[in-house]
């Protein structure tokens, strides 16, 4: 199982960057993905998770209005559309994948067995 993230930059408060997430090796479609981010100095955290199967989503209180996660199952991809960024959102965003599950319910970081390498957003 691959998980190839792109999209990260740098932007200015207010501003907006689509990240995607692109994954293979795997045929699985119902499965619940994530983004998880984390800065210099702290721990990682959940962004937003969705259950590719139901569309179903689930967002952390920081993000909520602002950011939106969505997935493509034909793709295989899973995309975090962030509007109206701030500097605390400066972190490495990762996306990562428990595979043949239906639902998000119930799992926790450490379920999350597939990961991304990262990539960066600095709002400055």
Known sequence: ???????????QAGGSLRLSCTASGYTYNRNCMAWFRQAPGKERE???RIATGSGNTYDADSVKGR?????????????????????????TYYCAAVLKSG??????????????????????
């Not at 639902?103 to 400055?124: A, E, K, N, P």
Request: aromatic share 8%; with cysteine; charged share 20%.
């Open 1 to 11: 199982v691959q998980l190839v993230e792109s999209g990260g930059g740098s932007v």
């Open 67 to 91: 950011f939106t996660v969505s997935r493509d199952n034909a793709k295989k991809a899973l995309y975090l559309q962030m509007t109206n960024l701030k500097p605390e959102d400066t972190a």
């Open 103 to 124: 639902s998000c319910g119930g799992i926790y970081m450490r379920d999350f067995l597939h990961w991304g390498q990262g990539t960066q957003v600095t709002v400055s």
């Open 46 to 48: 959940r962004v937003a």
